[in-house]
Structures are given as C-alpha cells and as structure tokens.
C-alpha cells in the first residue's frame, strides 16, 4: 500500500487529477448502484386515458388526466416506430444499464468547455426517469437526479418494460402524450398501422414538438424525418429501395378535427358511476387508463341530441333534460342533462330535482289498484275544498278550471289528468299510502304526507322517475338505473362487470302494474275524452307505436314520460331559475322531443305490444260509465281488469230507443264539442 503511494506522489500532477476523477466517478456510480438497490424499485407511473364503449363495444370518448395519454403495449406499436425511435434517441439501449458512459463523459467535457447544458446525452431510460419524476428544467443538480432515476429503473424493470413505458409517456406535442395518442391525432390510426413514412415522421416530433410538428412547419418536419430514415439505411435497418419508397410516401394528416364527443353528459354520468363502483376518486379513474364499457346506445344517443337541437328554438334559454332507458334492466340507453355542455355542464337528469306535476300520479294509482280500485272506480270530478284533519283548507283546481261535475272513471281520469279525482284517491287512501309505495319505486328522499303530493308537489329527478316509470313497464320487476356494463383495467383485468337481478325478482304485482301500464296507453286514446280532451292529443297522431305515458305540468316545469315494452324515455324543460314557463310552443318542447325521439328510436321496427298476464281479462267497456258496453253506446275502449273485478253490468246510460231529451249523454257529448271548438280559438 505504501508503495502505491510512493508511486502515486511521483506521477504527473494531470494523470493525478485523472486517477482521483476516476476513483470519484466510480465510488459515485458504486454509491448510486447500493442506494438504488437499498430503495428498491421506482413507481412506474402510468397516467392513462380512460375510454368509454357504447353498448356495441365501439368507442365514444374517454377521460384523460393531467395528460392526453392512450396506453398501449409493445405489441400494438409498429416495429417501424419503434426502430425509429430507438435509432434517433439510443441506438445503445440494449447494451446500456441506464446511462451511455462513453457519451456521458464526451457531452460532460463539451459542457464543461461552454459552461452550458447544451449536450444532453441522455439514454432513452433517462428520457422516460425525466418524464416520469422530474422537471424539464436544465442543471446539473436535475441531471444527476435523472441519472439516479435511471440507475434504479434499469436495475428493477426490464428493457421491455421501460421501452413500452417511454414511448407511452413521451410528448408529441399538441396536448398528445404516448405513441397511440398521437398517431391517432395526426393520422386518425392506431400506433400498430404506422406506415415506415409516418412511423419517422412521428418519431422526429419529441426532439422538438413545436418546431417538428408537421402541422406547424412542414418543412422542418420533413428534413428531420428524412435524417431519421438515412440513419435508419446506414445502420442497415431499411434497403435503399424502402428509403426512395418512405421519404417520397406523401402524408395525409387529419390536422386538429377535434370531433364532438358524444354524450357529454352520458359520460359524466359514467365517471361518478365508476368511482362509486370502485370506491376512487374521479381523477384517479379519468388517469387510470380503464376501459369502461357503457350501456349507451350511440345511434339514440344522436337521434335524442339532434331531436332536442332541432325542437327547441335557437333564441329560448329555456332547459332540457332526458332520460332513455332500458325498462328490462334498467340500462340507461341514452342522456341528455342540458342545452349545451360546454355552456353548462350541470347534469340535469341526474342531479337536478323538479316538481314532476301529474307525471306523479302513475305511482298513486298503482297503490290505488292495491286498494281495490278499478279502471272503472268513479269519483265525481267538481271544484272541492277539502278539510284537513288540522283544520286546513286544501283547494286543489284542474287545469284550466275545466271539470266534469259529474263521476268520472279512474281510466278518464287518468287520461285527462284530473287533479280533484287524484286528491281525492290520495285522502281516500291515506296520506301515508303514497310516500310509502313511492319508496317501492325507487325514490330515495323521505316524500311529504300531503294532499298535494297526488300532485306532483315533492321534488325528484329525471332518474327517479324514469326508474320508477320502468319498474311499471317491466310489470313490476326491481331493477336499478346504471350506465356501466363493465370496467377493464389497463392490465386488461375485469374488476366489475354489472350482474343483472335474479328475474324472479317481483317488486311488484305483475297483474296491477299491467293494468295501470294499459291505463297509461289512454293519453292518446280519444274515446276517453271528456269533459277536456286527453293529454297526449296533440302528439297522438305522430305516434306509430303503442305507447304507455304521463305527462306532468307545473308553471315552471313540463314533462312526458312514457314507454313502450322495450324502451323508457322522459323529458323535462323548464327554466334553471324556476320562472314561469310562459308561451304556448315553449309548453309542448317536451312532448314533441319524446314523441319525435320515440318514433326515431322504434324506427323499422315491429310494433310491440304491452302482454298481458293470464290473471288479467279484457272486456269492452263504455268510457263514460265504466260499465260494459252495448251496441247503443256511442263508444267502447278495451280496457283490463284483474279477473274478478271486472264490470258485470251492462251500460245504463246509453239505452235504445230514446229521444233526445233522454239522451244526457248526448248533450255532455255536443257540450264538449263546443267546448273543444272554443279552445281552439282562445
């Protein structure tokens, strides 16, 4: 050892500086090696898109976090890219464990000469470490950080995974991070269909996003791309005849066409969905790379979407709201929270709570039809002020004071939407009858016990009543409302996939929930007018299907909801600020979107009908009496009892032989005519 010294005192005094550099470096590269080792591995952080599929398994948009990344393995990235990347960043990859000594000490000596950082020399490994943990600023403190990081990552990861991980993460420019996301951004392709011309073209991009963007300056592109492919034929890697063919490949870009995703809405709804399903936050499953796979119809998607933008006037601020849903399993088939989500990303549907008016009544008459009601069950329909058991007056109107003043049946009722019949019920019944059976049907919130509630006075969502709506369609099956099929993590493993309720699942009775689902065909049908006409009589000539509905009115809010057996839909407008809604076409933008988007939804196909139960009986009844009809009666409607309850008597009303002083009917008939004549003009 002293010897060592001796000679060492001896030496030249460069040659010293040299040994003692040397001994440092390796005692520093020693020292990294054990630290590293001590820490383990690094976290190799993928921030990834998520992406949304239809229920055709088709892509309709996604989320992305602090970054636009779409991740994709080795195997679906293009051998072209790839070789081109590693040729024009490290063409040592393979050889090196994290750091190219050899061009370390040359890019060291040649800063140290200009005092700079101009020579970066970094593997691709200390690339994919500065992408990862570290800024992008320029100092020697931040290199040798960059080196530690790649150190530790080369010891603990395989050249395949970090490769994999680098081209995932590198940045593209234009808000593009990842191979995958950027060949989609410039040439609408994935990553493994990269032509050898786009593959270099792509791959001389990161030394400069802004100055090799083919979409900023051509032309700089183009020559980097070019010296891509020459280093590619001087290592051997290409023929002379490829690189001719490459560098003269003309190049089509789709430039920034950002493509209006679909559903805006629907998706919002699907990422609250998923971080319930998985108990994260939001942010975490917009970066998490999942591929969620929806219960979105594309095609009603767009048909409720053009239907609302083509329905409701460019210059009316008024709001909308719909829900399209799968009555069966409660698959939320399509959504739309809104006007406008870029101006207002409020979800409607889903949070927004609103009077539903007489689209409440579908669920007092199921409790109703449990207390031995009837579709014949007649109440006399005049003004009333009821007495409440607090000495409270309650003086509920129908709409535009219109009345019957005589028994009308639960089916007319239903159809002309009387109000003093619905109160009546809901007294009749008990006023803890209603909230109690609402729970039944999916409301969550505690409802008032209060006359008004037969109403539509409580507030709800789109999505409570929708769900409620199709629990009647589905002849009282329990289902809950979801958007979410399945959820595939970005190692491709399944962590939730939607399990259906056991069919045997009867939350309600399949006999009564037919009956009220025929009654709710009466809207549209004119052999119940009376006294006013049906609901649905300004939609029911656009209408080709058999439908079940409720329309619901308040002053500030109008409704439709309404099915046939394959598909639920409901439409609320009405202002944010809960004003009045006041002109005549503002007050039918809800019937016509549901009518319209109904139509375009049943679409070339077969006409469906509501089938009913063999513990149900069909007899023709006369409207007016709700007794069975005869051939004197004006008219007759088809109408379903639960056997046993049907009407046994024939009509008294209507009896042959009688002149016309005998004939009241006749005269409520011309009445109401006139009456019908009179509104058409006021």
């Known amino acids: 050892m002293r010897d060592c010294f001796k000679r060492f005192k001896h030496l030249p005094k460069s040659l010293k500086i040299i040994i003692a550099m040397s001994i440092t470096l390796i005692m520093f590269i020693a020292s990294v090696y054990i630290v590293s080792f001590l820490l383990g591995p690094p976290p190799l952080t993928n921030e990834q898109n998520t992406i949304y599929y239809s229920e055709d398994d088709e892509v309709i948009g996604g989320e992305q976090g602090s970054e636009n990344r779409i991740w ?97 993460t590198i940045y593209f420019g234009h808000g593009a991070y990842g191979i995958e996301t950027a060949s989609k951004y410039f040439f609408r392709k994935p990553a493994r269909n990269l032509t050898l011309a786009e593959a270099t073209m792509l791959a001389g991009i990161p030394k400069g996003p802004s100055y090799y963007s083919p979409l900023k300056n051509l032309q700089n592109a183009k020559r980097r791309q070019k010296h891509i492919l020459q280093r590619l034929r001087k290592s051997n890697q290409i023929s002379d005849k490829t690189f001719f063919l490459a560098s003269r490949e003309h190049l089509t870009y789709a430039e920034d066409e950002n493509e209006k995703s679909l559903g805006s809405y629907f998706q919002d709804t699907v990422l609250k969905e998923a971080a319930r399903i998985l108990n994260t936050d939001p942010e975490l499953i917009r970066s998490g790379g999942y591929s969620i796979y929806t219960t979105m119809n594309a095609k009603q998607q767009k048909q409720l979407e053009e239907k609302r933008d083509n329905i409701i006037d460019t210059d009316s601020d008024i709001e909308v709201s719909a829900m399209a849903m799968d009555p069966k399993t409660g698959a939320i088939k399509a959504l739309i929270g809104g006007r406008d989500y870029k101006k207002s990303p409020f979800n409607r549907a889903m949070s927004a709570k609103r009077m539903p008016g007489s689209a409440f009544k579908p669920f007092l008459y199921y409790a109703a039809l449990e207390h031995n009601y009837t579709p014949s069950t007649r109440l006399l329909s005049k003004p009333t002020s009821f007495v409440l058991e607090n000495d409270d007056v309650y003086t509920p109107s129908n709409y535009n004071d219109y009345y019957a003043n005589e028994p009308i049946t639960l089916a007319q009722a239903l159809a002309v939407s009387d109000n003093i019949y619905a109160v009546k019920t809901n007294l009749f019944l008990g006023l803890d009858k209603l909230p109690k059976i609402a729970k039944k049907f999916g409301f969550k919130d505690d409802l008032p016990k209060a006359p008004s509630l037969a109403l539509g006075s409580a507030v709800v969502t789109m999505n409570d009543m929708v769900t409620g709506f199709s629990k009647i369609a589905n002849g009282g099956r329990d289902i809950d409302s979801h958007t979410i099929r399945k959820i595939v993590d970005h ?100 019937k016509d979107i549901w009518a319209h988007f109904m139509e375009a939804a049943h679409e070339g196909k077969k006409e469906q009908s509501f089938k009913a139960p063999s513990e149900v009986v069909a007899v023709r009844v006369d409207p007016e009496t709700g007794e069975l009809a005869t051939p004197y009666c004006s008219s007759s409607r088809l109408m379903y009892y639960e056997a046993g309850t049907e009407p046994t008597q024939h009509c008294s009303m209507h009896l042959p032989d009688q002149d016309e002083d005998q004939q009241p009917e006749k005269k409520r008939k011309d009445k109401g005519l006139l009456r019908r004549l009179f509104e058409l003009f006021t």
């Open 72 to 168: 994709v393995s080795l195997d679906d990235i293009s051998p072209s890219l790839i070789q081109a990347i590693l040729t024009v960043e490290d063409q040592h990859f393979y050889k090196h464990y994290g750091i190219d000594l050899k061009r370390m000490i040359s890019a060291t000596i040649t800063d140290l000469k200009s005092l700079s950082l101009k020579e970066g020399a970094s593997t691709l490994t200390q690339q994919y470490a500065r992408n990862l943990y570290l800024s992008h600023e320029k100092s020697w403190w931040r290199k040798i950080k960059e080196i530690f990081y790649a150190i530790r990552m080369e010891m603990f990861y395989s050249k395949r995974e970090i490769l994999e991980g680098y081209l995932n």
């Open 491 to 590: 190692r491709g493993n399944i962590v939730y996939e939607q399990q259906e309720k056991a069919t045997d699942e009867q939350l309600l009775d399949p006999n009564k929930t037919f009956v009220l689902t025929h009654l709710l065909t009466g809207m549209f049908d004119e052999t119940l007018n009376g006294y006013t006409s049906v609901t649905g009589e300004s939609i029911a000539e656009q209408l080709s299907q058999t439908y079940a509905g409720k329309s619901g009115t308040t002053d500030s809010d109008h409704w439709m909801i309404g099915y046939s057996p394959s598909l639920v839909t409901g439409v609320w407008t009405g202002y944010d600020d809960n004003r009045p809604v006041e002109t005549a076409r503002e007050t039918s933008y809800a």
